[in-house]
């Protein structure tokens, strides 16, 4: 089994400035894609940003610019940096790892608990 434990989240002014992190503990062989997405209130839950394991990075529109996602594959971790906050960015944010456990396992996806995100002055 793996676990996903997030943190970083919290209340912030609009301007302002967040980390995220995810950390992956457990039985893992390799993580391939990671990604952070989120759920506004009342609405579905969306990719915000990706990154492979061979460092693609990709971002929704509404976040380009203003956030950077990371990796440390020694850590099993990834980040989010959010810059330039705004009350738009106001979600639960959750992270996904694509696992293989053993070398001849097949890719699972797992998920972070999710972490509150609050944009407001």
Same mark, same amino acid.
């Given at each position: 089994?793996?676990?996903?434990?997030?943190? &970083?989240?919290?209340?912030?002014?609009?301007?302002? +400035? =967040?980390?995220? !992190?995810?950390? /992956? !503990?457990?039985?893992?062989?390799? %993580?391939?894609?990671?990604?952070?997405?989120?759920?506004?209130?009342?609405?579905?839950?969306?990719?915000? /940003?990706? %990154?492979?394991?061979? #460092?693609?990075?990709?971002?929704? #529109?509404?976040?380009?610019?203003?956030?950077? %996602?990371?990796?440390?594959?020694?850590?099993? @971790?990834? *980040?989010?940096?959010?810059? !330039?906050?705004?009350?738009? #960015? @106001?979600?639960? *944010?959750?992270?996904?790892?694509?696992?293989?456990? &053993? +070398?001849? !396992?097949? =890719?699972? /996806? *797992?998920? &972070?608990?999710?972490?509150?995100? @609050?944009? +407001?002055?």
């Amino acid at each position: 089994q793996v676990q996903l434990v997030e943190s &970083g989240g919290g209340l912030v002014q609009p301007g302002g +400035s =967040l980390r995220l !992190s995810c950390a /992956a !503990s457990g039985k893992i062989f390799s %993580i391939n894609f990671m990604g952070w997405y989120r759920q506004p209130p009342g609405k579905q839950r969306e990719l915000v /940003a990706s %990154i492979t394991s061979g #460092d693609k990075t990709n971002y929704a #529109d509404a976040v380009k610019g203003r956030f950077t %996602i990371s990796r440390d594959n020694a850590k099993n @971790t990834m *980040y989010l940096q959010m810059n !330039s906050l705004k009350p738009e #960015d @106001t979600a639960v *944010y959750y992270c996904s790892f694509d696992v293989r456990s &053993g +070398s001849s !396992s097949l =890719l699972r /996806a *797992y998920w &972070g608990q999710g972490t509150q995100v @609050t944009v +407001s002055s």
